[in-house]
């Protein structure tokens, strides 16, 4: 990667050499990767990024690692679909959906976790950890299977059965804590003290990790045409993913992709809206409130993968979309349901319920005219229906059972349908 000039501290701005480091030394701010624009600006064109893989890796220039060792199962480049039936029940105008269900693991989580393996197999580590509210416990596991390392994941015992299994299948370790993913967190940063040669994605390689969902920007950009929306929708768990969707707009900006200037197009007219769940929402509280800071919260809701109660990056999140005129809303366990249910019916994407809680939220926001239906509006879907089937079942089953005549079928009487 001929474009990484090293890391900085995100609070004071010291340097660091772009190595396994996290946090600053002298105010324990966290790292950021810092790339050379002028030289990325130099070489990026549509043509260049057309002519790479379907996947994150078209973008490399602008990632931390080398895309020749790429961790690679194919995450990325997923379908932009605009949702035309779901915005007309929400009494808005051009809605797009980012369905990023059909990554190899069912999540977003892939794109972070592939460009977190791909910088740890550089920096030379053999086992692949995390600590994990589920996809990203998937993600690695999957992914150290694919690059041949060890891997050890941690995740809250009560996780839904799919993503425990789904995570097992892959070979590696699965430590189940009992506790809250906050605990979790807590225990994984002690233990990365002691086991140096371990990578935890979302701990000691978080510089690099997050850095994958920059290309949740750049593919809507890509797919719009070379412009950035008016206003996205991002589901906030760390908060991490908004920051970098942000930054991903203003990078494109700075490289020459999309138009600069401030006006339509550009980076600094994209509207950031978060969203939580009731039973977390830290971020969305503080958003309420006008607050300053973000307190800690007990996690109680069924959107499992969002359900960090003391979020590394909400304070950053909260300001960015308090900068950017979005806002930050949450949703009750039974309106994530209900939202799950209603992008299924409208438009074909199955989706769990941290999704739900994002389209819930953006339901709600276009009722209090917060997001316009003069507005382009990206709505990011971040995982997929399957992991999360327990929600939605009461709800779900056959319309009716009959023995196998047709006598049985028209008796019964389909009702609501008209043939
Ligand atoms: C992890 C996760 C999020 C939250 O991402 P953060 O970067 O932690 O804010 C959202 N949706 C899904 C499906 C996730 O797995
Ligand atoms: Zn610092």
């Keep these: 990667m001929p474009f990484v000039q090293g890391l900085r501290c995100r609070e004071c701005s010291r340097p660091y050499p772009a190595e396994a480091l996290h946090v600053c030394e002298w105010c324990f701010g966290p790292l950021e ?24 890796w078209r973008y490399a220039d602008l990632l ?30 051009e809605l797009w959906i980012k369905n990023d269900t059909v990554n190899p693991t069912g999540s977003f989580k892939d794109r972070v976790v592939s460009v977190a393996l791909t910088k740890a197999r550089e920096l030379g580590f053999k086992v692949a950890s995390c600590a994990s509210t589920g996809n ?13 390392m060890h891997s050890v994941v941690f995740i809250p015992s009560d996780l839904e059965p799919a993503k425990v299994i789904m995570t097992s299948v892959f070979g590696g370790q699965v430590v189940a804590v009992d506790g809250s993913y906050d605990d979790v967190n807590r225990l994984c940063a002690e233990l990365a003290g002691d086991y140096q040669d371990w990578a935890f994605v979302n701990i000691n390689i978080r510089t690099y990790y997050a850095e994958g969902s920059k290309t949740l920007a750049y593919e809507v950009a890509e797919q719009l045409g070379w412009h950035a929306p008016d206003h996205v929708v991002v589901p906030v768990g760390s908060g991490s993913q908004l920051c970098k969707i942000a930054k991903g707009f203003d990078e494109l900006e700075k490289v020459g992709l999309i138009p600069a200037g401030g006006g339509p197009g550009g980076a600094g007219r994209v ?6 769940a009731d039973g977390c929402s830290p971020v969305a509280t503080a958003f309420a409130s006008g607050a300053d800071h973000v307190r800690p919260v007990k996690p109680t809701t069924i959107a499992k993968s969002i359900a960090i109660g003391n979020p590394a990056d909400g304070i950053y999140a909260l300001d960015l979309v308090r900068d950017s005129g979005g806002a930050v809303a949450s949703a009750s366990d039974a309106e994530i349901v209900e939202a799950i249910g209603l992008l299924a019916r409208t438009e074909g994407i199955f989706a769990e319920t941290a999704a739900g809680a994002t389209i819930a939220v953006l339901a709600k926001l276009a009722a ?52």
Excluded: W
């Excluded at 080398?66 to 929400?90: C, I, K, Y």
């Excluded at 929600?391 to 609501?416: D, Q, R, W």
């Design 64 to 93: 931390p690692a080398s895309p020749l060792g790429a961790v690679d199962l194919g995450a990325g480049f997923t379908p932009l679909v605009r949702a035309d039936r779901l915005a007309a029940e929400l009494g808005l105008g």
């Design 271 to 276: 509207r950031l809206s978060g969203a939580q």
């Design 368 to 419: 209090s005219g917060v997001i316009r239906p003069d507005e382009q509006v990206v709505a990011y879907v971040t995982g997929n229906g399957l992991k999360t089937l327990d929600a939605v079942a009461p709800g779900c089953g056959p319309t009716i059972t009959i023995p196998p005549s047709m006598e049985a079928f028209v008796a019964a009487g389909l009702k609501g349908f008209d043939q």
């Design 33 to 56: 990767v810092v790339y050379d624009y002028e030289a990325i600006a130099a070489v990026i064109t549509p043509e260049r990024i057309a002519a790479g893989p379907q996947t994150i």
């Design 136 to 148: 990203l416990a998937n993600s690695v596991a999957a992914h150290a299977a694919r690059a041949g």
